[in-house]
C-alpha cells in the first residue's frame, strides 16, 4: 500500500479536515505556508525530493474573486503554475498526485447543476487560473484526481473565508447578518469532502475529474440562516443582494456542483448539523 502522504496546505479548512480523515492508516506530513513559498517552485521540487510520498494532496490555492483580480500575477503563479509544477513532478518521482479546485471554473448555471462533463467558462481571474491549474494537471499528470468542490465549512483556526467571517461577527457581538441570497453554490462539509476523498483513493476509481459535494444547492443566505439554525443563536439572518456590497471581480452566481460519477453525499443540511454540533460550545 501506498502509505506515505504528503499534504501541501495542511493548516487551512481542507486541509484540516484531511490531515485528521487520512491519520488513521497513512504516514502523513503537513506543510502549509510557513514551510515553504508554493510560487517557488525550486523550493517545492526540493519538498517533494525530501519526503519522497507515495501520494501528494494539494489545497494550496491563491483563494478570493477580489484579491486574484488586485494581484492576477500571483494568482497565475499559485493557481496554474504551481499545480503544473506538482502534476510535471508527479510523473518524475512517481507519486499520486490529488488537487483541489473548485466550482468557479464555471459560469453561472440557473436551472441546473455543474457537471464534470460541462465546459469550463470563467468569469474571473480566480476561475481562469484555477481552469489553468485543472487542465495541466488533466494534461501532464498521469496518475491524478481533480476533486473541485463548493463553497466550505468546517472546522478551521482561520477566519478568511465566509462562513468563518460570519461566525466572527456573531462572536463580536452582532445581532443581524445581511447576506446575499442571490450567490447559489453547493455547500458541502469539509470533513464529507475529505472522506469521499479517501475513499475515492483507496478503492482506485479511474484516475481524472470528480466534483465532490454535499447534496443539493443553496444561496449564502440559506447556509449561514441554517448555521445560525443549528447553533440556536439569537441572531437575525436579513436576505440582500451580493451588488448591495463593494465588489471588484465578476461573481459567480449560481455554481451548484453534482457528479455524473460518484453518488451523492448526504445533503448539506444534514452536514451543517454535524458541523455545528462540534462548534457549538464556542458560542454558548
Known amino acids: 500500500m501506498k502509505n506515505k502522504v504528503l499534504l501541501l496546505g ?20 503537513g506543510k502549509n505556508s510557513r514551510d515553504f513559498d508554493a510560487s517557488d517552485f525550486v523550493q517545492v521540487g526540493n519538498l517533494i525530493e525530501e519526503h519522497r510520498p507515495d501520494i501528494v494532496l494539494n489545497t494550496v490555492a491563491f483563494l478570493g474573486i477580489d484579491p486574484c483580480e488586485q494581484d492576477p500575477i500571483g494568482a497565475f503563479k499559485i493557481n496554474t503554475l504551481y499545480p503544473k509544477c506538482l502534476a510535471e513532478l508527479s510523473g ?11 466550482d468557479a471554473v464555471f459560469s453561472d448555471k440557473q436551472e441546473d447543476f455543474c457537471k464534470e462533463g460541462d465546459i469550463p467558462c470563467p468569469l474571473n481571474v480566480y476561475g481562469l487560473t484555477k481552469y489553468g491549474g485543472d487542465c495541466f494537471v488533466q494534461n501532464i499528470a498521469k496518475e491524478f484526481y481533480i476533486f473541485r468542490v463548493s ?7 482561520k477566519e478568511t473565508q465566509f462562513v468563518e467571517k460570519m461566525l466572527k461577527k456573531i462572536k463580536s457581538g452582532q445581532k443581524v447578518l445581511k447576506i446575499a441570497d442571490d450567490i447559489i453554490s453547493s455547500p458541502s462539509y469539509s470533513q464529507d ?13 479511474p484516475f481524472g475529474l470528480y466534483h465532490i459535494g454535499n447534496k443539493g444547492r443553496a444561496s449564502l443566505f440559506d447556509l449561514m440562516q441554517e448555521i445560525v439554525r443549528n447553533l440556536g443563536l439569537d441572531v437575525r439572518v436579513e436576505h440582500c ?13 449560481c455554481t451548484p456542483l453534482e457528479s455524473q460519477k460518484l453518488k451523492p453525499l448526504r445533503p448539506w443540511q444534514e452536514a451543517v448539523k454535524e458541523y455545528c454540533s462540534h462548534i457549538k460550545e464556542d458560542y454558548k
Open 10 to 29: 495542511s493548516t487551512g479548512k481542507m486541509g484540516t479536515a484531511l490531515m485528521r480523515v487520512f491519520k488513521d492508516g497513512y504516514s502523513i506530513i
Open 92 to 102: 518524475e518521482r512517481d507519486f499520486l498526485l490529488v488537487h483541489f479546485s473548485t
Open 151 to 157: 463553497i466550505l465549512f468546517g472546522e478551521t483556526n
Open 193 to 205: 469532502i475529505a472522506r469521499e476523498a479517501r475513499r475515492i483513493v483507496e478503492t482506485k476509481l
Open 241 to 253: 443582494s451580493y451588488k448591495d456590497f463593494p465588489f471588484i471581480g465578476v461573481k459567480n452566481t
